[in-house]
C-alpha cells in the first residue's frame, strides 16, 4: 500500500538564536539545546549575557550546540563587527530561557546594553521568553508590567512554572522544564490549522469495578489519545482530553478531566459539548459487571469463583455521532492480525470501513492493537468514505501531527 507522507516536527530545520542571562535555571538550557537537536532544529546559536557565564560556562553551551558562543558585543570573529545584527538575520525565532527579571526590564524597555538585549532590538524574526525568577520578583508590579507590555509588543511569554524555588521559597517563577519548553517552542511554530476550533477527545483505557479493589480494563497506555490531544493544541484548537487511567501527564495547554468508567467518560464527554470536533482515541470496554459488589467479594467466603454477569457500556462515539448538531467525529480500531501478511492491511480495511459505516462517522482511524499498545511508535491507516490512506511506522507524535493535518483539511470542505 502506497506510504502517505508525514508532518513534520514544528521543529524540524528550525534555526533558533538561545538567549542565556544571569540565573540558576541556565544549567536547564543546556538540557533544551540538547533537546532541540534531537528535535532536529537545524542550528542553535547560544548567545549569554555576562551574568549567564557565573552560572554556567560559555564551553557548555559550544560543546551541545558546536557553534561557537557569542557574549560579548565587541566581538570581533564577526567580519564586519556587527554581531547584534549578524546572529539574528538567519533566525527563525530567538528564544531567553532563562529571561531574568533584569532582562524583562530591558527588554520591556527597548534598551540596548549588551550584545543580547541589542540583537533582540535589532532582530526581524519573532522573539520568546522563559522568565525565571524568584516568586517575590515574578510577583512585583514591575515585573508584572514588564511582562504585559512585551505581550503587547507580540513576544512570546513561555511560563513560568509553579513550585520550589532554588531560594528554597515556594510559587511562581520557575524557568519551564526543557521537554515543557519543547513544546510551547512546537506550539510557537507550528501552523494554525485549527485556530479557534473546540476539540474533544477521549483516551486511555476505561476500568469497569468488579467490587472496590478489582475491575476490568483495556490494554491502552494512552499515548497515541495523548498525542493526538498534543498536536490538536500545536494546531491551536482548545483542547478537552477525557481520559482513563494512565501514566501520562497532560499535554501542555490541554484541559484534562479524568475519568474510570465508561459510564463516566460518556458523561464527562456530553458535559464538554458542543465542540467542533471529537476524537474518540479510548479504548472502551465493550461491558461492565451488570452488578458492582460494594464490599470486597471475599475467596474464603465462597466456595467457587464468582460468576459474572455483564451489561452493555454506551458507544459513546456513536451516540456522539448521532447527536442532531454533531461535531466532525474521528473513531479509531484496533484490531487484531488474523490473516496472512498479504492480506493484513486490506482485512484491518474493511473491518474499519464497515466500523465507519456502523458508527456513523465521516473518518476512522485504523491499527493493529498488539503493535502498539503502550509503544511510542505506530502505524496507521486512516479510512473515509473516499477511500483509505497508510501512514508509515513511525512515533506517535508523528502520526498525530498528519491525522489532524487530515482532519483539518476535511473539516474546512
Ligand atoms: O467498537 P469499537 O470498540 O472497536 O470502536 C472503537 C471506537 O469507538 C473508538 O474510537 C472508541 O473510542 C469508540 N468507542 C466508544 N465507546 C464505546 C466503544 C468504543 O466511544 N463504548
Not at 563587527?81 to 538575520?89: E, K, P, V
Not at 510559587?171 to 513544546?183: A, N, Q, S, V, Y
Not at 464490599?295 to 442532531?324: C, G, Q, T
Not at 501478511?341 to 492493537?369: C, E, H, M, T
Amino acid at each position: 500500500m502506497p506510504q502517505h507522507p508525514l508532518v513534520a516536527d514544528p521543529l524540524a530545520g528550525k534555526r533558533l538564536v538561545l538567549g542565556i542571562t544571569g540565573g540558576i535555571a541556565a544549567y536547564k538550557s543546556v538540557e533544551l539545546a540538547r533537546l532541540l537537536f534531537k528535535a532536529q532544529a537545524a542550528s542553535v546559536q547560544a548567545v549569554m549575557t555576562d551574568a549567564a557565564t557565573r552560572f554556567i560556562g560559555a564551553a557548555t553551551f559550544q560543546a551541545i550546540t558546536n557553534q561557537p558562543v557569542f557574549t560579548d558585543a565587541w566581538d570581533t570573529r564577526i567580519a564586519n563587527g556587527m554581531a547584534h545584527i549578524d546572529l539574528s538575520r538567519e533566525a527563525d525565532g530567538i528564544l531567553i530561557a532563562p529571561a531574568s527579571a533584569d532582562f524583562l526590564a530591558l527588554l520591556a524597555q527597548g534598551r540596548a546594553s549588551d550584545l543580547l538585549s541589542t540583537l533582540c532590538l535589532a532582530r526581524d524574526c519573532p522573539l520568546a521568553v522563559a522568565p525565571a525568577m524568584n516568586r517575590q520578583m515574578w510577583a512585583h508590579p514591575a515585573t508584572q508590567r514588564n511582562r504585559s507590555q512585551l505581550i503587547a509588543d507580540g513576544v512570546a511569554v513561555f511560563g513560568p512554572g509553579t513550585g520550589e524555588q532554588a531560594c528554597g521559597e515556594v510559587g511562581d517563577g520557575r524557568m519551564l522544564e526543557p521537554e515543557e519548553l519543547l513544546d510551547d517552542l512546537r506550539g510557537w511554530f507550528a501552523p494554525k490549522l485549527l485556530a479557534g476550533k473546540r476539540a474533544l477527545v477521549t483516551a486511555g483505557p476505561t476500568f469497569e469495578a468488579i467490587d472496590p479493589v478489582r475491575g476490568l480494563t483495556n490494554r491502552s497506555s494512552g499515548k497515541m489519545g495523548y498525542a493526538v490531544a498534543r498536536a490538536l493544541s500545536e494546531a491551536g484548537a482548545e483542547v478537552t482530553l477525557v481520559s482513563g487511567p494512565t501514566a501520562l501527564a497532560a499535554p501542555r495547554g490541554v484541559r484534562r478531566i479524568g475519568i474510570e468508567s465508561a459510564v463516566q467518560m460518556r458523561d464527562a464527554v456530553h458535559a464538554h459539548l458542543p465542540t467542533e470536533l471529537f476524537v474518540a482515541v479510548a479504548a472502551v470496554a465493550d461491558w461492565r459487571p451488570a452488578q458492582v459488589s460494594v464490599k470486597k467479594i471475599r475467596k474464603i467466603e465462597s466456595n467457587s469463583p464468582p460468576e459474572l454477569r455483564f451489561v452493555d457500556n454506551p458507544d459513546i462515539l456513536a451516540e456522539v455521532a448521532a447527536l442532531p448538531n454533531a461535531p466532525y467525529c474521528v473513531g479509531f480500531a484496533a484490531e487484531t492480525d488474523d490473516t496472512n501478511n498479504d492480506q493484513r492491511d486490506q482485512a484491518l480495511i474493511n473491518l474499519a470501513s464497515a466500523k465507519r459505516i456502523r458508527k456513523g462517522v465521516p473518518l476512522l482511524v485504523a491499527n493493529f492493537g498488539p503493535d502498539t499498545f503502550g509503544s511510542d511508535d505506530n502505524a496507521l491507516i486512516l479510512v473515509d468514505r473516499a477511500g483509505s490512506i497508510a501512514l508509515p511506522h513511525a512515533s506517535k507524535d508523528a502520526l498525530a501531527r498528519t491525522l489532524v493535518a487530515e482532519i483539518a483539511q476535511r473539516m474546512s470542505v
